[in-house]
Nanobody, 118 residues
């Protein structure tokens, strides 16, 4: 499986923006989707957004209209543009490369911290 690497986290004020990156090798026979999950302290991991190799995109209801997925095939990178950030978006964000949108059985990155202040 592809081994993704996340970057782009940081500290922002509520209403601000961040762009996360998930860098990975090209598509393989077992890599059909790139997913973003997040986990806040004391909370369960939750699905945020995912993109298929075909370009189909899926967003969790909590981020629709604020977060946008894009990709740069030449750089083997998927981006998560996060706008109008809220304190409840604070979490460690993880990239997953696997077979399914919202699937958890693929390869995980190391995570990147996003903190949104009030």
């Amino acid at each position: 499986q592809v081994q993704p690497v996340e970057s782009g986290g940081g500290l922002v004020q509520a209403g601000g923006s961040l762009r996360l990156s998930c860098a990975a090798s090209g598509r393989t026979s077992s890599t059909y989707a790139i997913n973003w999950f997040r986990q806040a302290p004391g909370k369960e991991r939750e699905f945020v957004a995912g993109i298929r190799w075909s370009g189909d995109r899926t967003y969790a209801d909590s981020v629709k209209g604020r977060f946008t997925l894009s990709r740069d095939n030449a750089k083997n990178t998927v981006y998560l543009q996060m706008n109008n950030l809220k304190p409840e978006d604070t979490a460690v964000y993880y990239c997953n490369a696997g077979l399914r949108v919202a699937g958890t059985g693929g390869s995980w990155g190391q995570g990147t911290q996003v903190t949104v202040s009030s």
